[in-house]
C-alpha cells in the first residue's frame, strides 16, 4: 500500500555575525521569526499524515547558522526519518549550511523566507529574509540539489498554504515513487502492443521494481480465499446487491467468485511487497477461474488499493503518483479516450469497462452490472488527467485538467471530459508517446505534477 505519512525537518536559518547586533540581522529578531513561523507551521498542518521536528536539539535557539553543523543536523533528521526539510530563512540565512544539508540530506527540499514587516524611521531593517534566499538558491543550483520555493510573503498568506500544501504533495509523490514496486499479474493481452514497457529501464531511471505474478499462482490464491473467506464474501456479495440494481442476470455463485478478487489481490500485494498491482484481466481470468476481477478492482480503490486494467504498468505507475498527489484523500482512476462527444467538440468519453472507485458514482446515476463489470456515471467536477509513459528511452509526463459535462448514457464506468482544445489532446495522443489509457483524479493538480518533474532528472513534463 502507497504511505501518505510524512515527517518534515524544519530547518530555520539565520546569518551569524561577531558581537551583538543591534540593526541589520539582530538575532532576537531572527528568533522572533522562527518561533512565529515554526508555530504557524505546526499549528495549522500537523495532522494524522504530517508530523514535524526541528533544530531544538542543535542549541539553546533551535537555529543553524555555520556550515559546520551541516553534518550534526543531517545526522540527527536522518536519525528520525525525515522525508523532506522545510528551510525557514529568518533573517539573511546562511547559505553555505543551508545548501550543504540539502545535499547531505537528498529530501525533497522547500525554501522560503517570511516577509519583512518592520520598518524603523530611521531606515534601520532587522532581517532582510528575502534577499538572503537568492543566495541560497545559487548554491543549491551548483550543488545541483533540486528545490521548491514559495515567494516571499506572509506566513499567514494564502500564497504560502497553497505552495505548503503542494511541497506535501511533491514530498509524499517523491517517498513513494523511489521506492515503487508494482507487480505484474500475467501477461499483456496478445495485441495490446501499446502497453508494453521496458522494465530495466525502469529500474535504472527511477528504482521502480516490476514483480512479475503468474497465473499459477493467482488460481492457486484465490481458490484459497474462496476455501477461507466464505462469511467475508457473503458479506461482500450482500454489499454487492444492496449497491447495485440490476445484477445483469448473476446468481450468488458468480458473484462470490466476483467479491473472491477482492482477498486475492491483497495477499498478492502482501506477498510481493507491492504497492499497487496491474493486472491481465478480460483476456484470462474468465476462462482460468470464471469471474471477471472489474467489481473487486472498483472496491479496492475506495480502500486506497490501485489495480489497473489490461496490465498497464505505466498506467499502474501513473496512478500511484496522483494518489500521491492528492495523499490518499481522493480516489484516482483509470478512463481512457474512448470517443468524441456527438455534440460538444471539446468532449471526450473518458470510460473503462468497470474498475473505478463506488465512491466516484454520480448520486444520480443508477448502477448495474453488465457482463460482470459494474457501470455507472462518475460525479461531476474539476479533474486531473495524466500518463506518464516513454520512447526511446525518454520519459515524459502528460498532464492537464478537465470539467465533466452532460452527455449520452452508456455501459461500464464512465463520464464525459471538456477539454481547453480536444484537438490538441488528440494530437498529443497520437504523436506520443502515450496510449488511450490515462489516470484521472479529483482536482487540479498540474502545478503538483510539474515540480515533481523537477525532481526527477529523467522525467520531463509535457503538455498539449
Request: charged share 25%; hydrophobic share 40%.
Amino acid at each position: 500500500m502507497l504511505d501518505y505519512s510524512l515527517k518534515i525537518g524544519l530547518a530555520s536559518c539565520r546569518r551569524w555575525l561577531p558581537g551583538k547586533r543591534t540593526g541589520i540581522f539582530n538575532p532576537d529578531y531572527a528568533r522572533a521569526n522562527k518561533k512565529h513561523v515554526e508555530s504557524w507551521v505546526r499549528a495549522h498542518y500537523t495532522d494524522e499524515q504530517t508530523t514535524f521536528t526541528d533544530l531544538d536539539f542543535l542549541n539553546d535557539e533551535g537555529m543553524m547558522f555555520d556550515v559546520a553543523q551541516a553534518e550534526t543536523i543531517a545526522a540527527e533528521f536522518k536519525k528520525q526519518k525525515v522525508d523532506a526539510l522545510f528551510i525557514i530563512n529568518c533573517n539573511y540565512g546562511c547559505e553555505e549550511v543551508a545548501a550543504q544539508l540539502a545535499r547531505l540530506m537528498q529530501v525533497p527540499t522547500l525554501l522560503w523566507a517570511p516577509q519583512d514587516t518592520i520598518f524603523e524611521a530611521d531606515g534601520t531593517r532587522y532581517t532582510d529574509a528575502q534577499c538572503g534566499l537568492f543566495a541560497m538558491s545559487k548554491q543549491f543550483i551548483r550543488y545541483k540539489v533540486p528545490f521548491e520555493h514559495i515567494e516571499n510573503c506572509p506566513v499567514e498568506a494564502p500564497v504560502f498554504a497553497k505552495g505548503f500544501e503542494q511541497f506535501l504533495s511533491v514530498a509524499c509523490m517523491l517517498k513513494n515513487f523511489r521506492k515503487l514496486r508494482v507487480a505484474q499479474v500475467g501477461l499483456r493481452p496478445q495485441p495490446f502492443t501499446c502497453v508494453m514497457f521496458n522494465e530495466a529501464e525502469l529500474v535504472e531511471k527511477f528504482g521502480i521494481d516490476v514483480v512479475p505474478v503468474n497465473m499459477p499462482m493467482v488460481v492457486e490464491t484465490f481458490e484459497d480465499v474462496l476455501a477461507t473467506k466464505g462469511d467475508e464474501l457473503a458479506a461482500d456479495v450482500a454489499l454487492l446487491k444492496d449497491r447495485y440494481q440490476d445484477m445483469g442476470g448473476l446468481d450468488d455463485e458468480a458473484l462470490t467468485r466476483m467479491a473472491a478478487f477482492r482477498e486475492t489481490f491483497r495477499r498478492i500485494m502482501d506477498k510481493t511487497g507491492c504497492q499497487v498491482i496491474c493486472t491481465e484481466c478480460w483476456t484470462c481470468m474468465l476462462q482460468t477461474v470464471k469471474a471477471m476481477p472489474c467489481i473487486s478492482m472498483s472496491t479496492l480503490a475506495d480502500e486506497r488499493l490501485i489495480v489497473t486494467c489490461e496490465t498497464d504498468v505505466m498506467g499502474a505507475i501513473t496512478m500511484a503518483l496522483l494518489s500521491c498527489a492528492a495523499r490518499g484523500k481522493e480516489i484516482p482512476f483509470f478512463g481512457e479516450f474512448t470517443v468524441r462527444h456527438p455534440e460538444n467538440p471539446n468532449a471526450e468519453l473518458l470510460w473503462h469497462c468497470g474498475p473505478f472507485g463506488w465512491s466516484l458514482k454520480k448520486p444520480e446515476s443508477k448502477a448495474r452490472i453488465f457482463n460482470m463489470k459494474p457501470s455507472f456515471q462518475v460525479k461531476d467536477g474539476t479533474y486531473t488527467i495524466a500518463r506518464m509513459d516513454s520512447t526511446q528511452g525518454r520519459y515524459t509526463l502528460l498532464d492537464g485538467t478537465f470539467k465533466t459535462v452532460d452527455g449520452p448514457y452508456t455501459f461500464g464506468t464512465y463520464l464525459w471530459a471538456e477539454f481547453d482544445d480536444y484537438r490538441k489532446w488528440e494530437k498529443k495522443l497520437i504523436y506520443g508517446p502515450y496510449i488511450h489509457h490515462m489516470a484521472e483524479i479529483a482536482g487540479d493538480y498540474s502545478d503538483v505534477l510539474e515540480a515533481f518533474c523537477r525532481h526527477v532528472p529523467e522525467l520531463t513534463i509535457d503538455r498539449p
